[in-house]
């Protein structure tokens, strides 16, 4: 079985940059070993104009016979003979895509040292497979790769060219087409949907096989229309992982969907004013507002209660003057995809040491949260119903009590600026409700009146002399007879 990728380029963006890219030089011819054959990488064409890599896999079919995995759904054979008489050496299967992690591990990573500022730029590609097992028909391969930005022709391979009237076989020949992808991103894409096509995997599927996926389809399979299929096939339709790739998929796209709840709002801005650099987006801008928020205040313990997948965790962890950041969720998987974003196994004793994530809910008091400078609620409160806002409110004002709090929430007069969002809608459908700045004022006022703080209250995004910003916080400060009361008691 083979696969052949070829790019097009010019003078300035030769089209040999694809050895760079691929880390496998054009001029030489390469074997690697796999688990089930051998696979070569060789170029049939390596000019500036134009260059084809191609990836050939030798199955060594008596190894995979003796495995039991010669064809069939985890491996079953459909029969006896399953085992010696099938398709496996010649059409693209989880065979293939094995040989392509394995085999192009740095270009699926987006890795190349030599050439830094290659993995990130799109080029025309052009990917090729002749014989593909296509569980669904040429349709189902449309539905797969059109959404990801490939142009998709799918040729039904007949089932004998001389007896045309015994129809069509399950195999296409696939040719992929597009400007718009990256060369990682087109080895992801092949990677996942190579064995769903197939609906066939020649190995065990074990529990890790959930974290192969969420890199793989990391960026596009949380937003696919057809995430479900893909995610149930690629997993061997194996229900406990498809559950739990499912949760933590819609965990990725919960927060994705927060961090840009204003980003097609910041693109049309930036079109009317004719700015062509693209502006700051809202989550970077709050981020950024939280940390000086947090400088400002002098705080070196610092809380971010509902971390969520630890992007605030992770910023303050790049300046030293924060000494301990703990983040805490009631989600387990947030917290577990979190500890992936942050590198916990992988980081050195000394910063693993600044660096905390415990699971609890913020509607329950918690010994654990008592003692430290700062606290951050980020996009939370509004994610609760109304009636459960006391609960939490006590909880880290009148029991956790940190020196400051920072509250931030959607302002809810600036969504008339979002031209796609429909009147009296929220910006996500997770929050139960949205404040004007009046309704956060009178919120924030009264708690810190009952708790002794001392409240001001600071825009994030662009300030509209009409509606407000996009985002508003609240910076509440112990005063000063409470604070020394808190520390005397302590």
């Known amino acids: 079985m083979f696969l052949t990728i070829t790019t097009t380029g010019t003078p300035e963006r030769p089209a040999t940059d694809l050895g760079f890219l691929l880390h496998k030089h054009p001029d030489k011819a390469q074997a690697f070993s796999t688990s089930h054959g051998r696979a070569h990488v060789l170029y049939p064409e390596a000019g500036a104009e134009r260059c084809t890599a191609a990836l050939l896999l030798e199955v060594d079919t008596v190894a995979l016979a003796r495995r039991g995995k010669g064809k069939g759904r985890g491996g079953a054979p459909d029969a006896a003979l399953a085992q010696y008489v099938n398709d496996r050496p010649y059409a693209a299967s989880s065979l293939l895509a094995v040989a392509l992690r394995s085999v192009f591990s740095s270009a699926m990573r987006g890795v190349c040292h030599a050439r830094p500022e290659l993995p990130a730029q799109t080029r025309p590609l052009r990917v090729e497979v002749p014989a593909l097992p296509a ?265 956790a009590r940190p020196r400051t709090v920072l509250v931030t929430t959607p302002n809810a007069e600036y969504n008339v600026r979002w031209e796609t969002l429909p009147a009296g809608h929220t910006r996500h459908g997770d929050h139960r409700f949205e404040w004007t700045r009046e309704q956060f004022r009178a919120w924030a006022g009264t708690v810190a009146e009952r708790h002794g703080y001392q409240v001001e209250f600071r825009p994030i995004g662009p300030d509209d002399p009409e509606v407000g910003p996009p985002t508003q916080m609240a910076v509440l400060t112990l005063s000063g007879g409470n604070d020394k009361k808190e520390a005397k008691a302590a």
């Open 135 to 399: 569980r669904g028909g040429p349709d189902l391969v449309r539905r797969l790769f059109e959404p990801l930005g490939w142009t998709v022709t799918a040729e039904p391979v007949a089932l004998d060219t001389e007896f045309p009237q015994w129809g069509d076989s399950r195999y296409v020949r696939l040719v992929l087409r597009s400007e718009a992808v990256t060369v990682a991103e087109a080895l992801r894409h092949l990677y996942v949907l190579l064995p769903v096509l197939d609906d066939a995997k020649h190995y065990w599927v074990s529990a890790d096989e959930v974290d192969k996926l969420l890199r793989a389809g990391e960026g596009w399979l949380p937003g696919h229309p057809e995430q479900k299929l893909i995610t149930s096939r690629y997993l061997s339709r194996r229900w406990s992982l498809t559950r739990e790739a499912m949760e933590r998929l819609e965990l990725v796209r919960l927060a994705e969907s927060d961090d840009s709840e204003v980003e097609e709002l910041d693109n049309a801005v930036a079109a009317e004013t004719g700015t062509e650099e693209k502006p700051t987006p809202l989550a970077v801008q709050r981020r950024d507002a939280i940390v000086a928020a947090l400088k400002e205040s002098g705080a070196a313990r610092v809380l971010d209660l509902g971390c969520g997948q630890g992007q605030l965790v992770q910023a303050l962890l790049k300046d030293v003057r924060f000494t301990e950041i703990v983040g805490v969720d009631v989600s387990v998987r947030a917290l577990t995809i979190a500890a992936r974003r942050l590198k916990l196994d992988r980081m050195g004793e000394r910063q693993a040491n600044r660096v905390g994530l415990l699971q609890g809910s913020l509607v329950y008091t918690d010994n654990r949260l008592k003692g430290y400078d700062a606290a951050v609620l980020s996009e939370v409160i509004e994610h609760l119903d109304l009636p459960r806002l006391p609960a939490l409110e006590y909880a880290v004002f009148g029991a």
